[in-house]
């Protein structure tokens, strides 16, 4: 890895961590910056902008975690182990932590007042969506995208209480939650 990748590394990972210090976007430059181990000049250098660099920050979050899903999927060997390792990938350690669940929060507010943001939440929404549907339509025919829209609105709510009341769901629980939902779902079809 260059020195410039390593940096931009060292400086994504940085805001990730102070967002989830803080809790908020009102994070400074200067703060991600003295977290990383380098300058604000080269913060700006790098990304331009407190909200490129959170941008940044978010895609290397849905990168690790298309990673985990893409891995899931790759494993499981019917359209029910797909769905369960979509849904296990989304709880993942590496993507029900603190610090990230606090950038994602602050992703969705940030989404209001950047076109960038909205757009690329809009591309998470629509791959999770289609990850989900995939395979739901073996199982649940035309009820599918429903179902799915269900199953996504409640990941996504977990995230949110989560972030409120963090020692309410384990990762375990949290997938629990969610495969139980998918469950009742099916039932309800059959």
């Given at each position: 890895?260059?020195?410039?990748?390593?940096?931009?590394?060292?400086?994504?990972?940085?805001?990730?961590?102070?967002?989830?210090?803080?809790?908020?976007?009102?994070?400074?430059?200067?703060?991600?910056?003295?977290?990383?181990?380098?300058?604000?000049?080269?913060?700006?250098?790098?990304?331009?902008?407190?909200?490129?660099?959170?941008?940044?920050?978010?895609?290397?979050?849905?990168?690790?975690?298309?990673?985990?899903?893409?891995?899931?999927?790759?494993?499981?060997?019917?359209?029910?182990?797909?769905?369960?390792?979509?849904?296990?990938?989304?709880?993942?350690?590496?993507?029900?932590?603190?610090?990230?669940?606090?950038?994602w929060l602050n992703f969705?507010?940030?989404?209001?007042?950047?076109?960038?943001?909205?757009?690329?939440?809009?591309?998470?929404?629509?791959?999770?969506?289609?990850?989900?549907?995939?395979?739901?339509?073996?199982?649940?025919?035309?009820?599918?995208?429903?179902?799915?829209?269900?199953?996504?609105?409640?990941?996504?709510?977990?995230?949110?209480?989560?972030a409120h009341f963090p020692?309410?769901?384990?990762?375990?629980?949290?997938?629990?939650?969610?495969?139980?939902?998918?469950?009742?779902?099916?039932?309800?079809?059959?």
């Amino acid at each position: 890895m260059s020195a410039q990748a390593q940096r931009r590394t060292q400086l994504i990972e940085a805001t990730i961590q102070e967002i989830g210090a803080t809790g908020a976007l009102t994070v400074t430059v200067g703060q991600i910056a003295r977290r990383a181990g380098v300058s604000p000049a080269l913060a700006f250098h790098y990304f331009g902008d407190k909200d490129r660099l959170f941008l940044a920050s978010m895609r290397h979050i849905l990168s690790a975690y298309g990673q985990e899903v893409r891995a899931a999927l790759r494993e499981a060997e019917s359209p029910r182990a797909r769905l369960e390792g979509v849904i296990r990938a989304s709880f993942s350690e590496t993507n029900f932590s603190h610090n990230v669940i606090a950038s994602w929060l602050n992703f969705y507010v940030l989404a209001h007042r950047s076109t960038e943001a909205q757009r690329l939440l809009v591309v998470y929404h629509r791959r999770l969506h289609s990850n989900l549907t995939r395979d739901l339509k073996q199982l649940a025919g035309d009820a599918a995208p429903g179902i799915a829209r269900r199953i996504a609105a409640l990941i996504d709510g977990i995230y949110l209480r989560f972030a409120h009341f963090p020692s309410d769901e384990p990762e375990q629980n949290a997938s629990a939650h969610v495969l139980a939902a998918l469950e009742n779902e099916l039932r309800a079809l059959a």
